[in-house]
């Protein structure tokens, strides 16, 4: 009872040049209703936010469909597209999890396996977004100096513990913040306040004790230096050291 839509699903990844799949369908050889879907498809993926990156706006997303006519496009669809979905409105959508299933579901795309905290995927994706959003004004970012000679001098798996342990200090202590590790030894916390946060207050664990480990803490502000990319976080960062 499926069998057209079956159809029309199996070829909305063909393109219009003929170099999709799973066929190679080139122009009308590509059935009338896949055509559509494809433009479809692909105006949905750029105007929602994903996990990896966030979306285009209804103007940037024409832009492209209209670049791509006759290559990944029908033209003639095409046309009809923009004309349709120029003057769209979009209501907030996106793909990050909304309950405690579906944190399971992401926790491969979003966290750390280690720490269990947000990962670099998460955190290059929400710089992006917030510069939209303008949701977090403050990136605390906490560089553990000096964890490379810990773990070679006490071996890797104490390593482990130690960051298992100070990610559960942060988890504690910032219950209503984003956190996140990136590169091994460095952690991030957005905020809309500033952190008021002092290396000290964060070696008050005794697990610190005996240990060549140093703890950086460097403030940026996200909005005014317009950060949306982890490599523009540590220009920033390292540019204030």
Not at 36 to 46: G, H, P, Q, R, V
Not at 62 to 78: C, M, N, R, S, T
Not at 110 to 127: F, V, Y
């Amino acid at each position: 009872m499926y069998k057209e839509l079956a159809e029309i699903m199996r070829h909305h990844h063909e393109r219009y040049d003929g170099s999709g799949y799973p066929d190679g369908l080139c122009g009308e050889q590509i059935p009338p209703l896949s055509r559509i879907m494809i433009i479809a498809d692909a105006f949905d993926a750029m105007t929602t936010d994903r996990i990896y990156k966030p979306r285009k706006s209804v103007e940037e997303a024409l832009k492209e469909i209209a670049l791509l006519k006759g290559i990944q496009f029908d033209p003639e669809v095409a046309d009809a597209a923009i004309t349709v979905l120029n003057h769209i409105i979009l209501k907030p959508s996106d793909q990050y999890p909304k309950t405690a299933m579906e944190e399971e579901r992401f926790a491969y795309f979003l966290k750390d396996q280690l720490t269990g905290l947000n990962n670099h995927w998460a955190l290059e994706s929400i710089l992006q977004i917030n510069m939209h959003t303008h949701e977090y004004r403050y990136a605390t970012v906490i560089c553990l100096e000096n964890l490379i000679t810990f773990n070679r001098q006490m071996g890797w798996h104490n390593g482990d513990i130690l960051l298992e342990k100070f990610a559960e200090i942060l988890k504690n202590r910032f219950t209503h913040h984003h956190i996140y590790r990136i590169f091994g030894d460095t952690f991030v916390i957005l905020s809309e306040d500033f952190l008021d946060l002092s290396p000290d207050s964060l070696r008050e664990a005794d697990f610190f004790e005996n240990t060549n480990i140093t703890i950086t803490v460097t403030v940026t502000h996200l909005i005014e230096k317009k950060i949306d990319t982890i490599s523009k976080l540590e220009e920033t960062i390292s540019s204030k050291k």
